[in-house]
């Protein structure tokens, strides 16, 4: 999918399922969450808070999921959100999350997170530009099978946030205790 707005919905403005065939999917180049200027925030036709998630990789077991070049603010809750014991391969690259094209603030309405992976290993997030989300810019939640050191971050530029640019919630870890502290 390419050039596309996709705001102003209930749930996610994106859904990626597995179980629905979506395999080797590429979202590129689209407004998800704000309105057409990528500055301001589209609400709802009943004019409540946009959709839960811009992208929501959803049961994404033998998916490989490309996010590249798409504003993701906006949004209720997340920019990009993998669910519970998922364990697709994503590239979220080159996006602005949180903010618009410039990587200045979103008029209206701020997603919690940024980017929120649940027990999801082979990720890699770079060049994304992250910024004015409520909570944290990248927040990775693993269960004790699932080590988040299997997901590279890279080069982003994160600002802004309303708590820890890159938050690691890893078993009985809490909040980047004996992660590596990201730089």
């Keep these: ?33 704000a309105d057409k200027t990528g500055a301001d925030t589209l609400l709802t036709a009943a004019g409540t808070t946009p959709q839960t998630a ?3 990789v959803f049961d994404g077991g033998n998916s490989t999921v490309l996010v590249k ?5 906006a949004n209720a809750t997340y920019g990009f959100r993998t ?4 364990s697709n391969i994503s590239t979220v690259d080159s996006n ?11 008029v209206g309405a701020h997603q919690n997170y940024g ?14 530009t992250i910024a004015y989300n409520t909570d944290d ?19 982003n530029s994160i600002y802004y946030n309303g708590n820890k640019a890159i938050n690691i919630n890893y078993g009985a870890n809490q909040g980047n205790d004996g992660q590596p502290v990201p730089t």
């Design 83 to 86: 669910p519970d014991n998922n």
């Design 115 to 128: 980017i929120y992976l649940n027990s999801s290993i082979g990720n890699l997030m770079r060049y994304n």
């Design 96 to 106: 602005w999350v949180g903010c618009d094209a410039n990587g200045a603030e979103i």
């Design 1 to 33: 999918a390419g050039r596309n707005l996709i705001s102003g919905q209930m749930t996610a403005g994106i859904r990626i399922a597995d179980s629905d065939g979506s395999v080797n999917t590429t979202i590129k180049g689209n407004i998800i969450g």
């Design 69 to 73: 070049q798409n504003i993701l603010s």
């Design 137 to 155: 810019g990248i927040y990775i939640i693993n269960g004790i099978s699932t080590n988040p050191n299997l997901n590279l971050i890279s080069q």
């Design 54 to 56: 811009g992208i929501y």
